[in-house]
Nanobody
């Protein structure tokens, strides 16, 4: 059982940086695949990045590759998304999620946070 709470969203100028955090509750946190998804107004929820239970394997959407970095700290039960070189098209509600297996599909994830708004101005 995992409970997730995102934080760190806000308003940032294009080209700037922002770090999102996801605090997880539950002693089984380290057993889950963790990921970030985002959803912009009028669009479907889309995959952003995922990280394996040990932090050694990562996967990124092409749209954020080389700009975003996903990481996790199992000691403090926290997931991070470092976002650099932000673009207006990155504007969305960002959600952290946990799954038992590798997947790019939102429906395959078992637990979700409430989301945090990221707005990038031009």
């Amino acid at each position: 059982q995992v409970q997730l709470v995102e934080s760190g969203g806000g308003l940032v100028q294009a080209g700037g940086s922002l770090r999102l955090s996801c605090a997880a509750s539950g002693r089984t946190f380290s057993s889950y695949i963790m990921a970030w998804f985002r959803q912009a107004p009028g669009k479907e929820r889309e995959f952003v990045a995922a990280v394996s239970w040990n932090g050694y394997n990562t996967n990124y959407a092409d749209s954020v590759k080389d700009r975003f970095t996903i990481s996790r700290d199992n000691t403090f039960n926290t997931l991070y998304l470092q976002m650099n070189s932000l673009k207006p098209e990155d504007t969305a509600v960002y959600y952290c999620a946990a799954a038992r297996r590798w997947s790019l599909r939102p429906e395959e994830y078992d637990f979700w946070g409430q989301g945090t708004q990221v707005t990038v101005s031009s």
